[in-house]
């Protein structure tokens, strides 16, 4: 399975962006999809994520209400977006699936990780 992340960029305090996870492969072999940030000098943290099939989701209590993920299954793609934008979200945002069929927040538990994408937020 690979996973291809887009969409990152520069956008001021309370802006809007919009990222994207494309599985290729044997997309079959997966249930979930999270996003994962990390900044510089800290832990990679989890976002949110999704089950392919039942749309079940799950966000980080810090994103809750400003970031939306959800899946075309069509296109095998995953989206992140984000508005109300801060600071404090400047990171690389990464994309990873799961073969298991659970929601999971840590990283460690996902099979498969895209390249990463920077997201910056100016004060």
């Known amino acids: 399975v690979q ?3 887009c969409g990152g960029g520069l956008v001021q305090t ?4 919009g ?3 494309t599985a290729s492969g044997r997309t079959d072999a997966t249930h979930s ?11 990679r943290e989890f976002v949110a994520a999704i ?14 209400g400003r970031f939306t993920i959800f899946r075309d299954n ?22 990873a699936a ?3 069929s659970i929601l999971s927040t840590k990283a460690s538990v996902y ?3 895209g390249q990463g994408t920077q997201v910056t937020v100016s004060s």
């Open 74 to 95: 069509a296109k095998n793609t995953v989206y992140l977006q984000m508005i109300s934008l801060k600071p404090e979200d400047t990171a690389i945002y990464y994309c």
């Open 111 to 113: 099979d498969y990780w």
């Open 14 to 17: 309370g802006g809007s962006l």
């Open 98 to 100: 799961n073969v298991m």
């Open 19 to 21: 990222l994207s996870c």
């Open 33 to 43: 999809v999270g996003w994962f940030r990390q900044a510089p000098g800290k832990d």
């Open 51 to 64: 089950m392919w099939n039942s749309g079940n989701l799950y966000y980080a209590e810090s994103v809750r």
């Open 3 to 5: 996973l291809q992340a």
